[in-house]
């Protein structure tokens, strides 16, 4: 259950931002979205590299709340840099989301 809603959040919940919010240009803004999921190559920085119950905010480099504050920033900028800071956010919301679920 936890892996589905995680994955999920991680394609739905940007699907349906882009379709709501951004109808006109519904596919750039998905892809944006999907694409800030590279954000997980910080990942490969951990020990081990993959742990299903380790919460990634504010233990990988790019999953701290330094880092989302430059998110938000982002999202006040113009497209593109709008979409991407809302993509990190909803991809920060996924795995908040997951980190719940582990406790």
């Known amino acids: 259950m936890r892996p589905l809603l995680h994955y999920g959040l991680?394609?739905?919940?940007?699907?349906?931002?882009?379709?709501?919010?951004?109808?006109k240009d519904w596919k750039k803004a998905y892809l944006i979205f999907v694409a800030t999921m590279l954000v997980d190559l910080d990942h490969l920085l951990a020990d081990p590299i993959f742990d299903p119950n380790r919460c990634s905010i504010n233990f990988h480099l790019l999953h701290t709340y330094y880092a989302m504050i430059a998110y938000l920033i982002m999202v006040f900028l113009k497209k593109p840099f709008h979409w991407i800071g809302l993509g990190l956010l909803m991809h920060m919301l996924a795995d908040w989301s997951d980190c719940l679920m582990i406790k």
């Not at 394609?11 to 109808?23: S, T």
């Open 10 to 23: 991680h394609f739905i919940l940007p699907l349906l931002a882009a379709l709501i919010f951004y109808r």
